[in-house]
């Protein structure tokens, strides 16, 4: 199974959105505080920020998440060998020339400024290509392509 992380997720919709991609994919969303939202403290039928529970529709019993208080409980979390692959418009490395393994984590910084230096010097960085003017992705965006093409090379490994 492969894993999506968000760090200190800002925009609720596009948490829920990356929500639902992860449940169509399979793939276990991994959510590290503070969130620029509220999340749903005593369940998906209570409380929260709307927005989030709209962008995720009806799917959100379908997401295997994980909520993370910190950057440090997460990856004190991580079991030996884990691979994280942090997408940065910073990262030289393409996306694509990775060769993702099943429980690979794809870890996303917060739209209003990506994932901070600190971060990028922990884990291996990578970045989607932008030929055009665009500075960066949507989030929600980045990781479709990035869950998709991590998905695609494993099924065309037999995986």
Known sequence: MLRVVLYQPDIPQNTGNIART??????????????????FEGGMARSGDPRLKRAGLDYWP??????????AKF????EAGARVW????????????????????LLFGPETRG????VLRQFPGV?????GPVRSLNVSVA????????????RSDGV
Do not use: N
């Not at 379908?62 to 950057?71: E, G, I, P, Q, T």
């Open 86 to 105: 942090a997408f940065s418009s910073k990262a030289q490395q393409p996306y694509t020339d990775v060769r993702y393994r099943p429980g690979d984590y």
């Open 22 to 39: 992860c449940a169509s994919a399979g793939a276990e969303l991994h959510l590290i505080r503070p969130f620029g939202f509220r999340w």
């Open 143 to 154: 990781v479709g392509i990035a869950l998709f093409e991590a998905l695609r090379q494993l």
């Open 115 to 118: 994932l901070p230096e600190e």
């Open 75 to 78: 990856v004190e979390q991580l």
């Open 127 to 131: 970045s989607i290509p932008m030929p």
């Open 62 to 71: 379908h997401v295997r998440y994980v909520l993370h208080d910190s950057w």
